[in-house]
């Protein structure tokens, strides 16, 4: 009887541990960005928080307030989960009044670095997608360049919710989304309180088992 008693608390706690890391992997990808306050020749952005459901890249592109176009900047590979004021380095200093596409990328080919919007292609997510934009997980942010200002960089932060209206990828994004993650946006913390909860729970029922 003991015995039985002992197995059913192991069972049930590993059952527990399955159920956090089902929670855990099933968070969709999710980015939110914000207008910017830069001092003059900076070239530096920073992306409030992301979500990578996979190994992936956030991708710069610049363009106008409803397309994007070229990459002008990209993190190195980063592994799948919560990020938050993340800073990327970009390849020409920032305009004044200009308009940024921050933009998840898949690794597309495993080589773990990032090639070009064909080989790493853009996320797509009906959930923390941009639906004005093809549901790629990318938004526009505006850069204001202070003349001769001080300081770190500023700015409001603008959830995905409530992004700008946007019209249709330019050439550079258009046909290259690959879809990844599913229909979750939910944050990691949630899952991790889970998973720690579940742990927990189930080393107490394994113990009064064994008592």
Same mark, same amino acid.
């Given at each position: 009887m003991r015995s039985l008693r002992r197995a059913g608390a192991l069972a049930g706690a590993a059952l527990a541990l399955?159920?956090?890391a089902v929670a855990l992997a099933q968070q969709g990808p999710s980015l939110t960005v914000s207008d910017a306050t830069v001092d003059q020749g900076s070239d530096t952005i920073t992306i409030p928080s992301f979500t990578l459901a996979e190994p992936g890249y956030v991708v710069v592109h610049e363009g106008t307030a409803s397309e994007f176009g070229a990459v002008i900047g990209h993190t190195d590979l980063m592994d799948a989960g919560s990020y938050s004021d993340q800073e990327i380095t970009l390849d020409r200093e $920032?305009?004044?009044?200009? /308009?940024?596409?921050p933009m998840l990328h898949t690794e597309g080919n495993n080589n773990q !670095? /990032?090639?070009s919007v064909q080989e790493d292609p853009p996320v797509t997510d009906t959930a923390g997608g941009n639906a004005n934009a093809n549901n790629v997980v990318a938004f526009p942010m505006q850069v204001t360049v202070q003349q001769g200002g001080g300081g770190a960089p500023t700015g409001t932060a603008t959830p995905t919710s409530t992004a &700008? !209206? %946007?019209?249709? &990828? @330019? &050439?550079?994004?258009? @046909?290259?989304?690959? $879809?990844?993650? @599913?229909?979750?946006g939910g944050a990691s913390l $949630?899952?991790?309180?889970?998973?720690? +909860?579940? +742990? %927990?729970?189930?080393?107490? %029922?394994?113990?009064?088992?064994?008592?």
């Open positions: 399955s159920f956090g $920032l305009e004044d009044g200009e /308009y940024l596409w !670095q /990032y090639d &700008p !209206q %946007v019209g249709t &990828p @330019g &050439p550079a994004g258009a @046909g290259n989304a690959g $879809l990844i993650g @599913g229909d979750g $949630l899952g991790i309180a889970f998973l720690v +909860a579940a +742990a %927990v729970g189930g080393a107490l %029922v394994a113990r009064r088992a064994l008592a």
